[in-house]
């Protein structure tokens, strides 16, 4: 029997192996050619030098096909010196009427037009930088991790300072970027980086890539890159630390409380400091984030939390070190938000300052990674909330090509122990090692892990776990997975809305290519999800089952109906409706319910554009009808007004409440030139009980420095009784030292 196991283990791994490596193909070419005069950026490509450099323009089609030329020609013609990497684009399509839905920086890439690259400096095919521009030189950047596999591997909240202008001639756009060196990092003496050139056209609904990539497969992929040579080796990047003091003035009241309103004058910074050639250090003293975008509300009817994006820039690089271990939607051991987020003796949630912190991040050669973090929050006497210091380590190695093994400790420990809560414990630490499998041919990828957390008092060992293959290729998309999270696992810093079950889920999806007509593919789809809940000695407690038919236009306009068929048993009382005197279903019950749903999302390059799912069935013991969706007006490129909302009518038969949910969240957005822009949103949730305004002027006056005005104002939805009101004034600048 043990010689069966040792021989069934070193099959596993010959298997992982052979997965890893399978599939390695040529990759296209390109040259960047050095120069000593800069060119002058501002859209026009007007220098002699540009006719010097070599063009890349031989793209071709991802939509509507993945096997023809792109219809109209895009060219890319790459230049550096000792400081920049410049860029120069010019894009053809069938007609003035580009699509640039915003100037403001970091605009979604499916709506507007661009051209965009991925940089892959250090050639693993598992990091790499984002940089695109629109027809008016708009900016867009992001992080990728993972090797761009999902979407969960792209960071779009990342900013760092570079330059960019474009503009529209007729039927053809033109611009320029310059990218700093020292806003990247790649091995001292570089001569090659992986590369992708990539472009949406909007007028033509058609993307297009210079070194191909599946239909089946994101853009983002980094198994697909090219390679981007340079004549010389480029030059040593890391000589500028970054000095960024900010000063936020601020006025607010809580109405609720009685309180008077409080003026307050608040300081800190941001310190980044180059450590070697590959490594960052980043300092923070008394941050504050008062300018990062307001939260969207959810109308959660589920009886589980749900998870929100990290907005806030000082968490952003190099973030998948600490957050891409577990599991995103079940297991996630690290989740940057609750730091400086606490509960009061009531249970409410509430803001706890951060005093300071360090995090140092980056590779300690091509292949091993280093991840340190270590932030200490505030003491809350009044609110029962100690000061707590929230760290991390974290380690990850290139294995097999792309795939990695990762291993991370996590401690948050109280330095009070005297105003601890009775349910808080002084410490709570975890630690784990995960193994993300990404193969050559990029047709297998996977994540397998086992965490374990140790509490105050609780000397034994609690136990996360999962087991997750993916199989994708032109026509099959699969997986299956097994999760398991014991009862008293316990990650204070992790997004966890569920422990003690045993997770099985699987996933076939068909895929089917038209030859003619307006459909540019059909989906089949089949999923089916089961929770055995472990103190109840592994009862089923959830089987989920959705059908789901899928039709993708050629215009990129999409269609969805589904099928669920759900079982739910309640180990706990849930009102769904979240009523005040409702009466909960009762811990205990069990119920199955069937409901249908259908999803229409329009295409991306009309002015008006609109989404929008519905939904009708039975809900545990009752019914459902629900409308959810967004629309969407521009007046390009510098106004546009979206509209959300979501609907849920909720019957359930006496003595159990009824209630008909509303969320309505109209934005209205300006973008007055690229570094002006005036944003006001406005949400409704007759659910959270909550009106919101929130109104942000941002003038971006030097690069990536900003002063910021914003205003918020919330209020009851019974009685539209003042909840509070505050107004900040916040300036901060970024200085090269």
């Given at each position: ?13 010959m ?66 010196d ?18 640039s ?13 661009n ?47 570079w330059?960019?202008?474009?503009h ?31 472009r ?12 191909r ?10 198994g ?77 009817i ?112 109280s ?17 784990g ?40 290729d ?56 089961f ?161 919101g ?45």
């Open positions: 029997m043990q010689t069966s196991i040792k021989i069934y283990r070193l099959y596993l791994l298997t992982l192996v052979i997965v890893s490596v399978y599939g390695v193909c040529a990759q296209k070419q390109a040259l960047a050619k050095f120069t000593d005069q800069a060119p002058i950026i501002d859209g026009y490509m007007k220098e002699a030098i540009w006719s010097m450099a070599d063009s890349l323009d031989h793209f071709t089609q991802n939509f509507p096909t993945d096997t023809l030329p792109a219809q109209y020609p895009t060219q890319v013609k790459f230049l550096y000792d400081q920049f990497l410049y860029i120069g684009i010019v894009a053809k399509s069938n007609g003035n009427n580009f699509v839905t915003s100037l403001r920086r970091d605009f979604r890439g499916s709506t507007t037009d051209v965009s690259f991925f940089f892959d400096t250090f050639q693993d095919g598992v990091n790499a930088y984002q940089f695109g521009v629109n027809p008016y030189g708009a900016q867009r950047e992001s992080l990728v991790s993972d090797g761009g596999i999902d979407r969960n591997s792209f960071n779009p909240n990342w900013d760092v300072k330059f960019s202008e474009g529209i001639e007729g039927d053809v756009y033109v611009a320029e970027l310059a990218i700093p060196f020292y806003s990247l990092k790649y091995p001292d003496g570089c001569t090659q980086w992986n590369l992708q050139a990539y949406f056209d909007l007028q033509t609904n058609e993307r297009s890539t210079w070194s990539v599946d239909q089946n497969q994101l853009l983002s992929n980094l697909y890159l090219g390679v981007l040579h340079f004549e010389k080796p480029l030059p040593k990047n890391n000589s500028t630390n970054y000095f960024i003091p900010y000063l936020n003035t601020s006025r607010a009241q809580n109405f609720e409380s009685d309180e008077e309103a409080k003026s307050q004058i608040k300081a800190g910074f941001d310190v980044k400091i180059p450590i070697g050639t590959q490594m960052n250090l980043d300092l923070t003293l008394n941050p504050d984030f008062s300018n990062v975008e307001v939260d969207d509300l959810i109308n959660n589920s009886r589980f939390e749900v998870s929100l994006p990290e907005k806030r820039q000082f968490f952003l690089d190099n973030s998948d070190l600490f957050s891409s271990f577990g599991n995103p939607r079940d297991a996630s051991p690290f989740f940057s938000r609750r730091i400086g987020i606490a509960r009061d003796l009531d249970g409410n949630t509430i803001q706890n300052d951060i005093i300071g912190g360090f995090r140092l991040s980056g590779k300690l050669n091509s292949s091993l990674r280093l991840g340190v973090l270590s932030l200490q929050t505030a003491e809350d006497a009044t609110n029962g909330i100690p000061s707590n210091n929230n760290s991390m380590l974290a380690l990850q190695q290139r294995v097999f090509g792309r795939s990695q093994v990762g291993l991370f400790i996590i401690n948050r420990q330095s009070r122990n005297e105003i601890l809560d009775e349910d808080q414990t002084e410490y709570n630490r975890v630690l090692l995960d193994y993300a499998l990404a193969s050559a041919n990029n047709k297998w990828t996977g994540k397998f892990f086992a965490h374990t957390s140790m509490s105050e008092g609780d000397n034994t060992n609690k136990w996360s776990g999962q087991a997750l293959i993916r199989y994708n032109r026509f099959w998309n699969v997986f299956s997975m097994a999760l398991f999270i014991d009862d008293a696992f316990q990650s204070d810093l992790g997004f966890i809305p569920r422990t003690g079950f045993v997770k099985k889920a699987d996933k076939i999806t068909r895929t089917f290519y038209p030859k003619t007509g307006a459909v540019n593919t059909y989906q089949l789809g089949c999923y089916n999800e929770y055995f809940t472990q103190d109840l000695d592994y009862k089923q407690t959830d089987h989920t089952i959705k059908f789901e038919y899928i039709v993708n236009y050629k215009n990129q306009s999409r269609l969805e109906a589904n099928y669920f068929s759900r079982y739910v048993y309640l180990f706990d009382d849930f009102d769904p409706t979240r009523s005040d005197d409702g009466l909960a279903l009762p811990m205990g019950s069990d119920y199955r319910y069937n409901s249908w749903g259908l999803e229409y999302n329009s295409t991306l390059s009309g002015l008006f554009t609109w989404g929008a799912t519905a939904t009708l069935g039975e809900f545990f013991n009752g019914t459902i009808r629900g409308l959810k969706g967004r629309l969407n007006y521009r007046d390009q490129p510098t106004f546009n007004l979206s509209f959300d909302f979501d609907y849920n009518e909720i019957r359930l038969p006496d003595p159990y409440p009824s209630a008909n949910l509303f969320l309505i969240g109209p934005k209205l957005e300006w973008t007055f030139t690229k570094n002006l822009f005036w944003s006001n949103f406005i949400q409704y949730s007759n659910f959270s009980d909550n009106f305004i929130n109104s942000r002027l941002q003038w971006r006056f030097a690069p990536m420095s900003d002063l910021f005005l914003v205003y918020n104002d919330g209020y009851d939805t019974v009685n539209f009784y003042k909840r509070y009101r505050s107004i900040n004034l916040k300036l901060n600048y970024w200085f090269n030292i």
